[in-house]
């Protein structure tokens, strides 16, 4: 029996980054570079004569740019896993945001040199062989588990669908005590906290606006994300929700109807700043699961300070992180959601807090914000 590689097609318009790129896939036994291109025409031209599993799609390229070619692909092919490669800069994040709300499966950010160093040869093994061979083998409906780090089994592909543009920026409105709290006026909650990555862009900006205005609570996120790109995924999802998102820093006071998404290469905790007050930390401490932000480290600071008027939510992502902090936060009385498996992109994370037991309910991301609300808002 001799197992069939995974195809891929690389665009890219730099020829040193095409013939790097074919070299790192092409080592692994798994993996057969099928076609390059230089730019999107050259690539729609052969998706019918190479018939990849996987496409490598740079953003930047002149005559038909990645945004178009994805755009183009899509209208053809709705299922094709295309992971963005894109830069690390404040351009590059936009695009790759934009990328993954018009229908990418993922993306990997290219090291800052391309030219043959060591590092970048490494940076591309560790990030772009995994998602390729994971998304290459869902694809196929492969049946063995593909891991890292963690053991989640691959579900077959759903169509793409991009998501929801934007909708006009909304003012965030003051939070009115007792607004949105429930007959009561108290919620059992002080804090909810969400976990995710692979996928996590665009899950977050399908939940974050079905939250209502004057949420009562604030809220702390860890998405797995480099630096640029958290601070303009925080600006994205203030533009598109009733809720002001900013990164966390040291020592911002959380406030309700406020959102603090981790740094890039930060870890984030909370921390009581006075009697009354709890503020955000950053350090940079070793990565956890090979990440930082890590989302474990995130919901131990959270369970510690909040005990059981926590509510923990782990969205779409690749790996086991959150599942450890997930268990803290169930220990010290506090309470879990996951996103289902069909809603995920990777139902890594998700599952595994699902698999484990910690998690009250299992629900798309609709089911989620109703969830949330009930719970939250009393409403």
């Not at 990418?104 to 940076?123: E, F, I, L, W």
Request: net charge positive; glycine share 8%.
């Amino acid at each position: 029996f001799i197992m069939q590689k995974i195809r891929i097609l690389i665009v890219d318009d730099a020829v040193v980054v095409r013939r790097m790129l074919t070299d790192i896939l092409d080592s692994d036994p798994e993996l057969e570079v099928v076609g390059t291109a230089a730019n999107g025409k050259i690539a729609l031209n052969k998706l019918p004569q190479v018939k990849p599993d996987v496409m490598v799609l740079d953003l930047d390229m002149p005559e038909m740019n990645g945004l178009e070619t994805l755009a183009a692909v899509r209208k053809i092919n709705s299922t094709l896993p295309i992971i963005a490669f894109s830069t690390m800069t404040e351009r590059g994040a936009s695009k790759t945001l934009e990328a993954l709300s018009r229908g990418a499966t993922d993306y990997v950010t290219k090291p800052s040199t391309m030219r043959g160093a060591r590092s970048a040869v490494d940076t591309i093994r560790e990030e772009l062989v995994p998602k390729v061979k994971m998304f290459g083998k869902r694809r196929r409906g492969a049946q063995t588990p593909i891991a890292r780090p963690t053991h989640q089994r691959p579900v077959v592909p759903r169509p793409v669908t991009p998501a929801k543009r934007p909708v006009a920026a909304r003012p965030v409105r003051p939070i009115r005590p007792g607004v949105g709290l429930g007959k009561s006026g108290q919620t059992k909650y002080s804090v909810l906290a969400i976990g995710t990555s692979t996928g996590g862009p665009n899950a977050l900006a399908e939940l974050l606006p079905r939250l209502p205005p004057n949420f009562p609570v604030p809220i702390v996120i860890v998405q797995h994300m480099p630096p640029i790109f958290t601070r303009i995924l925080a600006e994205r999802l203030t533009s598109s929700s009733h809720l002001k998102v900013v990164e966390g820093s040291m020592g911002a006071v959380l406030q309700p109807g406020n959102a603090y998404i981790a740094p890039g290469d930060y870890h984030m905790t909370i921390a009581k700043g006075s009697s009354t007050t709890v503020v955000t930390k950053t350090n940079q401490n070793p990565p956890e699961h090979s990440c930082r932000p890590a989302v474990d480290v995130l919901f131990r600071s959270v369970a510690e300070v909040y005990k059981d008027r926590v509510l923990a939510v782990i969205l779409t992502g690749m790996g086991r992180d959150g599942a450890l902090g997930c268990a803290k936060i169930k220990q010290t009385g506090g309470e879990v959601l996951a996103q289902d498996e069909a809603s995920s992109v990777v139902w890594g994370m998700p599952g595994l807090v699902a698999k484990q037991g910690l998690a009250e309910k299992v629900l798309n991301i609709e089911g989620l914000a109703d969830e949330i609300t009930k719970r939250i808002c009393g409403t």
